[in-house]
């Protein structure tokens, strides 16, 4: 059995609102009167989310708005530019992007805390982070936080909020037991990418060349050379792989047909 969180929670001593920042360095504007928040309806966390982001939105002046908040949580946040020609009401010319966003990148890494601190750690381009077909989904920035402040997006109050929080914090765990598993006399650190490949070898399936992350061989109490193929040649309707759901001890025939139907329902299987 492995166990696995891909993010931890702390206790955050101050907060860094992220809206106001936007407000006070001219980046955005706030709507005159923006529309009180109706309450979130009970709805799936796939559907919420942007539901959610498209209510907050709703309060910025978007036709005097460069850069907006996205994707808060714990001592990280992102900004996203309201770029013309991908965002509805985009005003930053696709020329300007890199100067914008090198600018606000600057502003960023220029915030000190009230205590003199440097607040920003460091700003990432999330596209180089998170690269894909997708990744014009993303924020444009990513930046993290000094430890003790939780970055907040509320379109009201201070900069600086001295509030203790509860929030995300970027260390998971990983803990694995079982007759395949080793005792370890210490803690270890491991990427959250090494979680894959281990659990694919310990499951006796191959692993993709392309897969990130290495096989955790430390953890393993008989290890054993990883068996890498390439995806072209494991396709995912294989007699080995349905073999696999079927004869597994573990599962009864219904549960393993209920196991086949999630698959196919997240697009693993035919």
């Not at 005003?91 to 607040?119: F, H, S």
């Not at 080793?182 to 979680?195: G, K, Y």
Request: aromatic share 6%; glycine share 6%.
């Amino acid at each position: 059995m492995l166990l696995l969180s891909d993010h931890g929670f702390r206790r955050y001593q101050h907060v860094f609102n992220l809206d106001s920042w936007l407000l006070e360095e001219s980046l955005a504007a706030l709507v005159p009167e923006p529309a009180s928040r109706p309450p979130r309806a009970a709805t799936t966390l796939a559907e919420g989310v942007p539901r959610d982001h498209e209510r907050r939105i709703a309060e910025f002046d978007m036709t005097r708005t460069r850069a907006f908040p996205v994707a808060s949580e714990g001592n990280f946040g992102g900004v996203r530019l309201n770029l013309a020609g991908r965002e509805p009401a985009g005003i930053v010319a696709p020329a300007d992007a890199e100067r914008v966003l090198d600018e606000i990148r600057a502003r960023l890494e220029a915030i000190r805390t009230p205590q003199g601190e440097p607040l920003v750690r460091r700003v990432q381009r999330a596209a180089e982070l998170y690269p894909g077909p997708h990744s014009e989904l993303l924020p444009d920035l990513l930046f993290e936080l000094h430890p003790a402040y939780n970055v907040l997006t509320i379109t009201r109050g201070e900069v600086f909020l001295d509030v203790e929080s509860v929030n995300h914090e970027r260390t998971g765990i990983l803990a694995g037991a079982g007759p395949g598993i080793a005792r370890l006399e210490e803690r270890a650190r491991f990427s959250i990418f090494d979680v894959a490949p281990t659990a694919l070898h310990l499951l006796g399936l191959p692993i993709y060349d392309d897969v990130h992350g290495r096989l955790l061989r430390e953890i393993l109490a008989e290890p054993s050379p990883p068996r890498r193929v390439s995806e072209a040649d494991d396709p995912p309707d294989s007699p080995r792989f349905l073999r696999f759901l079927r004869e597994d001890p573990g599962l009864s025939p219904e549960e393993a047909l209920e196991l086949r139907m999630r698959l196919r329902a997240l697009g693993y299987v035919e």
